[in-house]
């Protein structure tokens, strides 16, 4: 993909790009006083806001259509803040280049869709607005690919994707995991591209959101896209994950931002040093791993003479509860200790299962 750096887009660009604003637009008033507050803060240089919500039941608040864009128009013309909104199909775009809206986004629910989001890219081919792309709902990186190759393939080289975290199922205290592997991993197939974290939608909570901002720096995104509200409480939709502009300045300021090299010399070699160290005992689990696989074979093969199905429970039970609580003595999260475990026994269990039934084992 040809993607423009971020700072040939935004211009006088700091890091990070700060963009805020209310999740819906309300009315003028409301898009009015919050964004002469955001406007207060030096590190905000885009105000978003919601025209169309998706919702995922009838009669709840949709968003206000077009009348909104009229607000967004004063709140540029009055602030000097770009704007930004979502758009889930042709007429959205429309309307929203006609109103001279600066930045659209892709939302979470529309990019699971290939169909609506190639329906997008058909109607802004010629149009070379910046387009930034959340991630899908569900866990699906190549989803999340194929909606910034597709507008890409319009001729968009304006891009940006959106972590706003992931649906699972799972209770945490997160409205949407994290799993900050899964952007980390577009971000090593496509340096280039800038990564913004949308931690509203991952929070679902304001007390949260200063801790996921200060995570998203730590791994070096480049900007936060934060839902500010000048009277959240009263919001007409996600009124628990907005803050207000005061709050956002004070989680703006509170952010310790680092950086990736160093001019210190003796600090760069300590890390050299425990580097090396990191890979020698990296060395030593995967030998250790290559051992577990060859009495894993062996298994097999005694299982293959003896009848016994590859998959027992109990012994993974059993094998997990042990693991686990010599994990624990060792200073070892137990969810970590189980996920390691959880993907040891999948393939132990696809090993012996090849064996018991002659397939080729696979290396």
Known sequence: MDILPLNKWIPNLKKPLVIAGPCSAESKEQMLATANEIKAVDDVRIFRAGIWKPRTRPNCFEGVGEEGLKWLSEVKEKTGLLTSTE???SQHVELALKHNVDILWIGARTTVSPFA???????????????????????????WIGALERMSGAGINKLAAIHR?????DTSKYRNLPLWQIPMELKRLFPT??????PSHIA??????????????DADMEGLMIETHVNPDVALSDAKQQVTPGLLDEILKGLSLRTEFT???NFEQELDHLRSEVDRVDREI???????????????????????????????????????????????????????????HSESVRIQSDIVNDFKVKK
């Open 165 to 169: 975290g992931f649906s699972t199922g």
């Open 204 to 217: 679902g909570r304001r007390d949260l959101i200063a801790y996921i901002c200060q995570k998203a720096m």
């Open 87 to 89: 758009v889930a199909n």
């Open 286 to 344: 995967l030998d250790a791993l290559a051992s577990r696989t060859e009495i894993i074979k062996r298994i097999g093969e005694a299982k293959k003479a003896n009848n016994i199905m590859p998959l027992q429970l109990h012994r993974m039970d059993e094998l997990m509860n042990k693991r686990v609580d010599l994990g624990s003595e060792l200073g070892l999260g137990k969810k970590f200790i189980k996920d390691i475990y959880n993907s040891i």
């Open 117 to 143: 989001v190639q329906e997008i890219a058909d109607s802004l081919k010629g149009v070379n607005i910046p387009v930034m792309v959340k991630n899908p709902v569900n866990q699906d990186l190549a989803l």
């Open 193 to 198: 591209l800038p990564m913004i974290c949308d």
């Open 263 to 265: 001019a210190d010399r």
